[in-house]
């Protein structure tokens, strides 16, 4: 074997040992605009209710063969049900005791970072808002990011890693901007 083939042949080991590997998602960060927003709506106190699954597949995401495993107890549905925890709770509108409960469950989560240039993410979830145990608001809310990947793992791995919490940001957001939303959590 010449030392080219090898060269190339212990590359394409590496790359393919790399991409293989469990990953774990990063903690979920508040999206700044996200939380004004919340504030911004004179909004009663909320508490967040149950989430769920709509099925098995949205629990498992991978990264180029390997698992993205979610640092909530390996759910996200919890990934999102802790991400509008988070948000609510720094706008100061998160009480278990509330009057508002906010319950969700999460129908499509994918990641898709197989691309040589560019990686997306799509989240869907349908959200319902109680008031004293009365629906009065039941919608399902997607949204989908992309982003510069490469062919490369050891680049497209970590890129996927740090913005799968977009999509999840730009999910909450498209909730927050739904005027029925915003008429279902005032006071």
Known sequence: MSST????TSAAVLLAALSACTTLA????????????????????????????????????????????????GSYVNYLKEALRQ?????RLLNPAANIEIDGILVRNELNAAGFSTADAVIEARFTVKRGGQIR????????????SSFVGAVAV?????????VVQKLLASLYSDPAFLAAIKK
């Not at 970590?158 to 913005?163: D, T, W």
Request: overall charge negative; cysteine-free; hydrophobic content about 30%.
């Open 158 to 166: 970590p890129r996927a890693q740090q913005n799968y919490p977009v």
């Open 87 to 91: 948000e609510l709770d720094d706008a």
């Open 26 to 73: 990063p903690k979920y960060t508040s999206m700044p605009a996200n939380v004004t927003q919340l504030k911004d709506a004179g909004a009663d106190a909320i508490k967040v209710g149950a989430f769920q699954a709509g099925n098995e597949s949205v629990n498992s995401l991978t990264i180029r063969g390997g698992s993205y495993v979610s640092p909530y107890e």
């Open 5 to 8: 083939t090898l060269k190339y």
């Open 137 to 148: 608001y039941d919608q399902v809310k997607s949204a989908k990011y992309e982003w510069e």
